[in-house]
T-cell receptor
Framework: DSGVTQTPKHLITATGQRVTLRCSPRSGDLSVYWYQQSLDQGLQFLIQYYNGEERAKGNILERFSAQQFPDLHSELNLSSLELGDSALYFC??????????FGPGTRLLVL | AQSVTQLDSQVPVFEEAPVELRCNYSSSVSVYLFWYVQYPNQGLQLLLKYLSGSTLVKGINGFEAEFNKSQTSFHLRKPSVHISDTAEYFCAVSNSRGGSEKLVFGKGTKLTVNP
């Protein structure tokens, strides 16, 4: 158990819908990272937050957004969902930015 | 930009045999290097990491890796594998010089240990 929690574990929704994925980092970790794992793209970095502020952006679509709240939990919002958004979404956290610990992931299926 | 190449997409081995999973990286700056393991239908678990110091790094479950700067490699080894080592293994790199610490992953190597 990494200490990073993600909810929900599974999510099934329809095209055009909007979903919110939630992540709670390890106690004391200020950085939260979001990654997408898909069969064709592999594991790709989406976005990083540090203590409530956006720190880095990767291959994140404009339909996707994220935020980190004062209690340090983070949410990833995916809107206008398409079939191609079906993937495993991971959250990771770190304290000093050197080592990231991953949550169990949220498996999203868009029908 | 950084990139990671895992040279083998699939590696089948017999139980108790040694295994090496190969990883090469490309980066214009100093890096940290990681190996993560993903068991079926599970998340990513950190196996080991190289941040600095000794180039031979030992991790969990009897795995070790050696950082070779001249060959830009970070190969993962285990002298004797078990059935329970069947999983997908990911090599990853991050920038050690500050800024974003995002991880860049290789495409993964599926290790299958057969009885």
């Amino acid at each position: 158990d990494s200490g990073v929690t993600q909810t929900p574990k599974h999510l099934i929704t329809a095209t055009g819908q909007r979903v919110t994925l939630r992540c709670s980092p390890r106690s004391g970790d200020l950085s939260v990272y979001w990654y997408q794992q898909s069969l064709d793209q592999g594991l790709q970095f989406l976005i990083q937050y540090y203590n409530g502020e956006e720190r880095a952006k990767g291959n994140i679509l404009e339909r996707f957004s994220a935020q980190q709240f004062p209690d340090l939990h983070s949410e990833l919002n995916l809107s206008s969902l398409e079939l191609g958004d079906s993937a495993l979404y991971f959250c990771a956290s770190s304290s000093h930015g050197e080592t990231q610990y991953f949550g169990p992931g949220t498996r999203l299926l868009v029908l | 930009a950084q990139s990671v190449t895992q040279l083998d997409s699939q590696v089948p081995v017999f139980e108790e045999a040694p295994v090496e999973l190969r990883c090469n990286y490309s980066s214009s700056v100093s890096v940290y290097l990681f190996w993560y393991v993903q068991y079926p239908n599970q998340g990513l678990q950190l196996l080991l990491k190289y941040l600095s110091g000794s180039t031979l790094v030992k991790g969990i479950n009897g795995f070790e890796a050696e950082f070779n700067k001249s060959q830009t490699s970070f190969h993962l080894r285990k002298p004797s594998v078990h059935i329970s080592d069947t999983a997908e293994y990911f090599c990853a790199v991050s920038n050690s010089r500050g800024g974003s610490e995002k991880l860049v992953f290789g495409k993964g190597t599926k290790l299958t240990v057969n009885p």
